[in-house]
């Protein structure tokens, strides 16, 4: 089918490629000429595995093309997929004004029928209003739906997650957008959840807050671990063997970052307050989640006393594994408040330095891990990377000034930092120190 997605940034590029990897003929549209340029060359402007990839081979297999015109999408595909951005304006509040200017202007470009499908993640109630806003710049007779087709993929993981959805929900009223829906979704090994649209709206920030919310458990958990002697990883590890539990996404660290958690749970909140709902216990999750990386800030004030003129080695930057992406980052919020307080950073991370280089040119760049824990006196670990959990501590504790860890995702090897009489603090578990 011919599919058109207007908006090609993390959410509309990768859907475009990996419709196109399903077969479809794809029309990708954004309105900044450089990214199209770079795009049409086969270069992607973030960070994401196997998206070049796949991305070089569908430019060369012409299944993927690009435009700067929002009218060249309403004339290309039937189904039309709206995937521009809504920052964050006010806490939890949406700008809504790339999604209105695109409805807008597919309304005035309609010709013949065509399936608008948000995929943005809209507050609740968008497809009714997107459904309006056509309504009223239409010019003439010409029908058309609205759908919701939320996308639940993961940054570094966007790929396999597109290709290999779990479930794919859409939110359609009308037979004939549910059917075009399906048509599009039919390579798809998963099941189709068909909902009315402002169902499948709620769904996205739904579970996004949802896990949100198991990770601050985790989080608030292992505060109780810390206080009671009781250890984090143990305690999930139980509790997630029960099946109405589960394992994923329950562990304890400095807190979750990135572009969508900590937007959707504030929107959410924010949504279900303007519908009469009191939000407490979603609000909550924001609250305990910033707490969380406070926490861990007075942890290494309290044990390096001074942080004045201390020189600190960072592993990560990024706000998970497999991305370049720093925004919400802990790691991002620690050196601020790190570097107020007049400590010396050396920093490493596989592929978050050049942007963290253009927010914070003043931080010493490492080469790699050894390179930032040398002279330091202390490591700490931001973000899980591979190269971090499997790093030699040898290494460390011979180019370390103090073999002190702070473990902000409990992933450092425990014996090992023992057997080399290194201290280790961790989330929510006993800290390893050596006999004094
Ligand atoms: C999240 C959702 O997982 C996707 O399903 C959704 O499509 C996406 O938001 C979105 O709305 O677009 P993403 O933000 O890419 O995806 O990252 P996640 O892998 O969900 O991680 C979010 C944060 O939670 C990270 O900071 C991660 O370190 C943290 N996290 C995750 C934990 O602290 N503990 C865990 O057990 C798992």
Not at 130 to 138: F, G, K, L, P
Not at 300 to 320: M, N, Q, R, Y
Not at 350 to 367: C, E, F, G, I, Q
Not at 395 to 414: E, T
Request: aromatic content about 8%.
């Amino acid at each position: 089918m011919k599919i058109s997605v207007i908006g090609s940034g993390h959410v509309g590029l990768i859907t475009g490629v990996c419709f196109a990897e399903k077969g479809h003929e794809v029309l990708c549209v954004d309105h900044d000429r450089e990214k199209l340029a770079r795009l049409k060359k086969g270069e992607v402007p973030f960070y994401e595995p196997d998206l070049p990839e796949l991305l070089q081979k569908h430019v060369a297999s012409r299944r993927l093309v690009f435009s700067d015109r929002t009218e060249d999408a309403v004339e290309f595909g039937q189904a039309v997929f709206i995937c521009v951005g809504t920052p964050s304006t006010e806490r939890g509040k949406a700008d809504m004004s790339y999604v209105e200017k695109v409805a807008r202007t597919i309304a005035e470009n309609l010709k013949d029928y065509r399936l608008v499908i948000e995929k943005s993640t809209v507050p609740i109630k968008t497809g009714e209003r997107i459904r309006r806003t056509i309504s009223r710049y239409v010019r003439g007779d010409v029908h058309f739906d609205v759908a919701s087709n939320p996308e639940f993929l993961r940054e570094g993981s966007a790929i396999y997650d597109t290709l290999n959805p779990d479930r794919v929900v859409v939110g359609v009223d009308s037979a004939k957008g549910e059917s075009l829906l399906r048509e599009i979704y039919g390579g798809f090994n998963c099941p189709i959840v068909v909902t009315s649209v402002g169902s499948a709206e709620l769904i996205k920030h739904a579970s996004n807050s949802f896990l949100a919310l198991k990770i601050t458990y985790a989080n608030w958990l292992s505060r109780l671990c810390e206080a009671s002697g009781a250890d984090i990883e143990q305690v999930v590890h139980g509790m997630g063997l029960d099946k109405r539990i589960g394992h994923h996404f329950f562990g304890a660290g400095i807190g979750y970052g990135g572009s969508c958690f900590p937007k959707d749970v504030d929107a959410l909140a924010h949504i279900s307050e303007e519908l009469g709902v009191d939000a407490p216990m979603i609000r909550l999750i924001s609250d305990t989640n910033r707490s969380q990386l406070e926490r861990f800030y007075q942890r290494i004030e309290s044990e390096l006393w001074v942080l004045h003129d201390k020189t600190l080695a960072i592993w990560g930057l990024a706000f998970k594994p497999n991305t370049d992406d720093l925004r919400e980052a802990p790691a991002l919020r620690l050196i601020e408040k790190l570097k107020a307080a007049g400590a010396r950073l050396r920093v490493h991370d596989p592929v978050a330095m050049p942007n963290t280089r253009k927010l914070h040119p003043d931080l010493y760049y490492a080469k790699d891990p050894i390179d930032a824990a040398s002279g330091a006196d202390a490591l700490i670990v931001c973000t899980e990377w591979p190269q971090y959990k499997e790093a030699d501590l040898a290494k460390v504790k011979a180019s370390i000034r103090v073999p002190m860890i702070f473990d902000g995702r409990n992933c450092i090897d425990r014996k090992k930092a023992a057997e080399l009489g290194m201290t280790l603090f961790g989330i929510g578990k006993a800290p390893v120190k050596p006999a004094e």
